[in-house]
């Protein structure tokens, strides 16, 4: 059959080099072929050499020399001759299955399969054990993902699961048995099981010769080679599976020993590829590890500093040792990522990061220790002149009782220090004492992520207080014997007369908000 030229792709006319004699004899001593692209054209000429990016062609009608990539081939035909020239690419064959995320107290992340369930207890199978984890210890909901198979089962386990799933086929004679065998063959490669792969291509051969002939040739000549290369193929599965585990000091380990182990093996260039995964996969997990660790230790370190009822010592060590020592914590998590990281280089890894979750953190009952600052940017908006409300209406007298609550506050900042030596509800450090741990750590919490420089897109949100409605002050009504009325429009509270009377909020200690902190 003639093709005509127009079919011949213009691709390679536009790329092939000159002619020159000595490469037209080459091209004469090389087999020729008839190439199929993806974009459906054809060319004719010799495959001079091939490699994991591509193969090397020579046209045949003017012997130009041109680098093809995988991609610009036909899928089928690309395949097929990456099968045939042992290029099993991991990244692309790789088998996932479904699996189940657990995000634990600690901090951790465990995906595995949960194979059994008890009152207080999850049984999580991963390839290395099946381990249970305490229901108490699991956060948030369990979610379901797609994992690497061989980080959930064993290649063993794996295989038979896959023949049990085909052993109503894998008896049939003819083309039908054929085909199971194939597929059992196929899923074993992907399994990097070269051993059961070459068997069962050579089964399929068996129960039908004429089924795809020229492939399971070519399968079970690069299955026997590989089969040999198995103990090396098993060092690198090892090494791809301490990168999934996240144990990178493991898989670097496993890498210097292959080399030392085979310095010439034919498999230099798989773990070549490998070595550029792992290096790709462990930036990607030691920031996002980083970016985890510190808000975990950040929350673990304001706890453990809710516990101290010294106010002051809290207050020094926020803003002296409390950063130092979330960066040592965060390092001594990823080590088994990075070996060799130290304090300096997680700071900057986190310094670098980009978007996030936001996190809230709450001065509750205590915004009040802040003093004037807990209000700042409230109280710059209000700055705006308001306009005059109509006399007689009830505008005006919230007005004036809002005026009449200004100078009660404003009384009581000038009389606060006397107030606090008559009064240990005004004083911090009996106010943290008699505080729960709860409530300091979540103090401890806003006041870092605020003060330290450590996180960023910080946004503080106002809330009244529940007990003043965010006036600072109560006003109360009595019937007598506890005040009056004008000495409770001057900010005084005393005389023998029934009236409204002004008294400092209990809760909130005259700063009338609940501040609270979003950042990330």
């Known amino acids: ?23 037209q004899e080459a091209a004469a001593a090389a087999p020729s072929t008839m190439l199929r692209l993806k974009s459906g054209a054809i060319a004719f000429g010799s495959i001079l050499a091939h490699d994991p990016e591509g193969i090397h062609f020579r046209l045949l009608e003017n012997g130009g020399e041109v680098p093809l990539p995988w991609g610009v081939l036909d899928p089928t035909e690309a395949e097929e001759m990456r099968l045939r020239y042992g290029y099993v690419e991991a990244e692309a064959e790789e088998l996932l299955i479904d699996a189940d995320r657990l995000q634990l107290a600690d901090g951790r992340e465990l995906v595995g399969r949960i194979v059994n369930r008890t009152d207080t207890h999850l049984w999580i199978k991963r390839a ?27 290649k063993e386990e794996l295989y038979q699961d896959k023949a049990f799933e085909l052993q109503g086929r894998l008896g049939a004679q003819g083309r ?83 080399r030392a182990l085979y310095p010439k093996s034919p498999l230099l260039t798989d773990l070549a590829k490998l070595q550029d995964r792992v290096a790709k996969s462990q930036e990607r997990d030691l920031r996002e590890a980083i970016i985890s660790r510190w808000h975990f230790w950040t929350l673990r370190l304001a706890r453990e500093a809710g516990r101290k009822t ?19 914590k965060v390092r001594a998590d990823v080590l088994t990522i990075a070996p060799k990281i130290e304090a ?37 908006t209000k700055e705006k002149k308001e306009a005059e409300p109509e006399k007689g209406t009830q505008s005006e007298a919230r007005k004036r009782l809002e005026e009449r609550i200004k100078r009660y506050i404003d009384n009581q900042k000038l009389t606060r220090q006397q107030a606090q ?6 004083d911090p450090q009996a106010f943290w004492e008699g505080w729960n741990s709860a409530g300091r750590a979540q103090w401890i919490l806003a006041y870092y992520a605020e ?70």
């Not at 059959?1 to 490469?23: G, T």
């Not at 030596?421 to 005004?426: A, V």
Request: net charge negative; charged share 30%; aromatic share 8%.
């Open 1 to 23: 059959m003639k093709i005509a030229p127009y079919l011949v792709v213009s691709f390679f006319a536009a790329l092939a080099l000159a002619e020159r004699p000595a490469a």
């Open 128 to 154: 290395e054990a099946t381990v249970p984890i305490a229901k108490n210890d699991v956060r948030g909901a369990i979610t379901n993902v797609q994992a690497p198979a061989l980080d959930i089962f064993t």
């Open 176 to 258: 039908p048995g054929a085909a199971a065998h194939d597929e059992l063959a196929k899923f074993s490669e992907r399994l990097f099981d070269f051993a059961h792969a070459l068997e069962h291509y050579q089964r399929a051969a068996e129960r039908d010769p004429a089924y795809d002939a020229t492939r399971l040739e070519q399968a079970i000549a690069r299955c026997k080679e590989k089969a040999a290369l198995q103990q090396q193929v098993d060092h690198l599965a090892e090494i791809d599976l301490r990168r999934a585990q996240k144990r990178y000091d493991k898989a670097i380990e496993l890498m210097g020993q292959f």
């Open 310 to 328: 010294n106010f002051e010592e809290v207050q020094g060590y926020l803003d002296e040792k409390m950063g130092e020592d979330i960066a040592q």
């Open 344 to 380: 300096d280089q997680v700071r900057r890894l986190w310094g670098a990061r980009k978007g996030g979750d936001y996190h809230l953190a709450t001065y509750s009952l205590g915004t009040w220790l802040l003093g004037e600052g807990a209000r700042a940017e409230l109280d710059q």
């Open 421 to 426: 030596q008559d009064d240990k509800s005004e």
């Open 451 to 520: 003060k330290a420089g450590d996180f960023r897109d910080l946004v503080a949100r106002f809330e009244n207080c529940r007990e003043c409605g965010g006036t600072g002050a109560r006003d109360l009504l009595f019937a007598g014997n506890a005040g009056n009325a004008q000495n409770g429009a001057n900010g005084k509270v005393g005389g023998g007369q029934a009236g409204e009377v002004l008294v400092p909020c209990p809760t909130c200690h005259t700063i009338g908000i609940v501040r609270r902190v979003r950042y990330r």
